[in-house]
């Protein structure tokens, strides 16, 4: 623990960690990836920009560039955690304040809760094409009225809802492992789907060779960038959420060296395989079932019913595979985050235990299929409209550790209101200004993107496709300046 510590600043989830507690090496940082990456939303990832008249390897590209353009910042802030050994919350304290700091936390969290569901969601899909499967279609009904979705499926929901909150029990040491474990079975799993798809369908389909929509004479001829741009915006955004919060996580590794090298394996290059396995599975489904589908757990079901010459323990697996790859990334993107938001919120109420189970909760009443509803709301919205949240709580970040304090900070200070973190109640008034000014540009674009404004804002709408970059550059800015022109202290 930290000598002279405020109690309302410190329990053994935020404390530093200690040495024995390093020891997540290159492998535990790239499986923590793979577990992350391997997912629903992946595989349906490059759907969006195709659906929008993007050919597949232009979709796959913007996949692959928006995922090493979100390394950056994912490397340099997990450089802290491994550095110091503290979580993103207590990492937060130097620049937002002892008590600022629950502002980012807490706004990352909300994005983790909605992911939860999200995921959960698709988790329960999985469960509920097989047993559909099994009892011959009888699970379908009518929706229920107020929730849009059918009794069964509900249940399959909360079934897999229920699954994780054991997991989250067993705590986050639990995860390490789980994750190190799926991580191979995973990319088995993944090549598999790709192999049988493509011996089935005697090779990929025709929307391998379909042109851009975007190229000459095509329908979007000459829209290739006003497209391309808010989609690279979007897949920033994919995972904008743990650039924030990979401290969590960088804190237990051995090295610098751990968890640069391993992020840099598991992330771009995982994303893009799977992004690709999505495209290429998904053409093969017109030759094989006579309709394009998208959806794994919708492909599940056609594999089950006999299509392609798939028996029911090829779909048995499969079902295992999409479940352990929904539970590997939910548990560890989306339950981590805002459990240590709450622990930092009240350490003396909240452990990872209860921060987790209350994350579940609030997920649970996120009505998450009413997000993935259409491509558009999920892409332009959705991931989009967090990122431009988001982005400026990670330029001011890094614009504090790496230029302001040039890698310096004063652990005991970062748990004790009266330290230089203290700034003014436990508030730094620079860092949320800037964090307010910086998202301030992108409102009035969100606001058109979710259909409160109908009528197009044209500049607004502009700054909004680069949601992410505009909040991550302005903020960093901003904070750099109202620093110095304050003069807060700066570490020699």
Known sequence: MVPNADPTLINADLAPTTAEQRHWTVVNMASLWVGMVVCVPTYMLAAGLIDQGMSWWQAVATVMFGNVIVLVPMVLNGIPGTAYGVPFPVLARAAFGTRGAHVPSLLRALVGCGWFGIQTWLGGQSIYQLGNIAVGGALTSDPLPWLDINPAQLACFLLFWVIQVVIIHKGLETIRVFETLAAPFLIVAGLALLGWAWSSAGGFGPMMERPSAFDPGGPKEGQFWAMFFPSLTAMVGFWATLSLNIPDFTRYARSQRDQLLGQAIGLPTTMTLFAFI?????????TLFGETIWDPNVLLGRMAEGGGGAGLLTVAVSLFALSIATLSTN???NVVSPANALINADPARFDFRTGGFVTAGI???MFPWKILSSTGGYIFTWLIGYSALLGPIGGILIADYFLWRRGVLDVPDLYRHDGRYGYRGGYNPVALGA????????????????????TPLGVWDTIYTYAWFVGFGLAGALYLVGMWATGQERPR
């Open 278 to 286: 999505g495209v290429a599975v998904t053409s093969t489904t017109p």
């Open 331 to 333: 548990i560890a993107a």
């Open 363 to 365: 997920g649970l009443c």
């Open 435 to 454: 964090l307010a000014l910086a998202v301030a540009p992108n409102v009035p674009g969100f606001l058109h993107a979710a259909g409160a404004i109908t």
